[in-house]
């Protein structure tokens, strides 16, 4: 049975930094896409970033560009979330997912993943 669980999320000040973890099991995940998206109270959940297996390139929302980086080892089954210079609004429940199926929607949305974390809780205060 697939599994993603994610750990990391935490209270922090604005201006702060935590780093997630994504550890996938069950599955093979070397040659899946992996994806962070978030969800904030009362908002619908949006893409973070994502990172393909095979060009190692990553994908990211204008939003966290240039705070946020995404990386992947695959030899763990493990993809993280480096969160660096943290804003109130990026206080959000945050959730890994994976893209093993091909043809799938863009990675850019919720479609185009086939397996979703139970998700993490981040806090950012003012």
């Known amino acids: 049975q697939v599994q993603l669980v994610e750990s990391g999320g935490g209270l922090v000040q604005a201006g702060g930094s935590l780093s997630l973890s994504c550890v996938a099991s069950g599955g093979t995940f070397s040659r899946a896409t992996m994806g962070w998206f978030r969800q904030a109270p009362g908002k619908e959940r949006e893409f973070v970033a994502a990172v393909r297996w095979n060009v190692y390139s990553p994908y990211y929302a204008d939003s966290v560009k240039g705070r946020f980086t995404i990386s992947r080892d695959n030899a763990r089954n493990t993809v993280r979330l480096q969160m660096n210079n943290l804003e109130p609004e990026d206080t959000a429940v945050y959730y890994c997912?994976?893209?093993?199926?091909?043809?799938?929607?863009?990675?850019?949305?919720?479609?185009?993943?086939?397996?979703w974390g139970q998700g993490t809780q981040v806090t950012v205060s003012s």
């Open positions: 997912a994976a893209r093993t199926s091909p043809g799938r929607a863009s990675i850019y949305t919720e479609e185009g993943y086939d397996y």
